[in-house]
């Protein structure tokens, strides 16, 4: 079987230890390289889910504009507030979780 092992951070920094020890340079190189990568990788994805969240907050902002056009003439429906209460709640989450992908992005 060709399985692929997947590796963490702590994995990588754990053999750099030990291979540092044995004096093999070529190999701390590709560790180091690697983890490089493996950061630039994580940057990237993070970018795309912080797009990824934004696209969602422009959609739901969207939404919201579109049910107080319609509770302009119908204030009175329950099932347009109640939307409209979801809906500003989903936002909240959304403004919540893109502070916090930023936060650990940066």
Do not use: C, P
């Not at 493996?38 to 696209?55: M, R």
């Not at 939307?83 to 992908?101: G, P, S, T, V």
Request: aromatic share 8%; charged share 30%; glycine share 2%.
């Amino acid at each position: 079987m060709n399985e692929r092992i997947q590796l963490d951070v702590n994995d990588y920094l754990d053999l750099y230890l030990f291979v540092k020890k044995t004096g093999d340079t070529i190999w701390q190189e590709e560790i180091i390289a690697k983890l490089k990568n493996k950061s630039n990788e994580e940057s990237l994805q993070h970018s795309i889910d912080i797009d990824t969240l934004w696209k969602k907050l422009k959609e739901i902002n969207e939404e919201i504009g579109i049910i107080y056009k319609q509770l302009q003439s119908d204030y009175s429906n329950t099932e347009l507030q109640g939307m409209l209460l979801n809906l500003k709640q989903q936002r909240i989450l959304l403004h919540q979780q893109i502070h916090y992908a930023k936060r650990n992005l940066f």
